[in-house]
């Protein structure tokens, strides 16, 4: 409870940051969305179990994880500019089967998210049955690194924030 209660001041503090607005209305505002937020994501947020900083970890793990969506959003955004203009050829476009691996669907949530975030990629279907999230990507001429690429981005930077 305690753990909720300093969560609930941290959130609407920076909701009354964002608004750049304490009056009363605001921070009731502001306490409810973020109580609204902290119960529909206990599983994720209060998952460590006690005496851990697992939100804390994830956070500053989140840092690495940030950087390298940045990263894959430039580098894609780089390589559909080219197609587009004309200065590489389309090659092989398709779709890949990348195995979820160890990914919660939370994991997966994200990853598909990363994903498609990224000019060049997206999501198009996760096959549970199968196990695989079905990506669609500018250059599928090497599925397999394709898949290594996807995969070596989840356990470098995924897995502590969104396992």
């Known amino acids: 409870m305690r753990r909720f209660l300093v969560y609930l001041a941290a959130l609407t ?28 994501f206990r599983r994720f947020v209060f998952v460590a179990p ?56 939370a994991g997966v949530a994200f990853s598909a998210l990363a994903t498609t975030l990224s000019p060049g990629t997206f999501l198009v279907e996760v096959d549970w049955e199968r196990r695989v999230m079905l990506i669609h990507t500018i250059d599928a001429s090497d599925p397999e690194a394709v898949r290594r690429e996807h995969e070596e981005f989840y356990r470098r930077y995924q897995r502590e924030v969104f396992p």
């Open 13 to 40: 503090l920076v909701y009354a940051l964002v608004l750049a607005s304490f009056h009363p209305w605001d921070l009731a505002l502001g306490a409810a969305l973020s109580a609204g937020l902290l119960l529909a």
């Open 50 to 105: 006690p005496g851990e900083a697992g939100l804390l970890r994830r956070a500053l793990y989140g840092v690495p994880l940030c950087l390298a969506v940045l990263r894959s959003i430039l580098k894609g955004t780089w390589v559909v500019a080219l197609v587009t203009l004309g200065l590489r050829p389309l090659r092989s476009p398709g779709i890949v089967a990348v195995p979820v691996g160890e990914r919660t669907p």
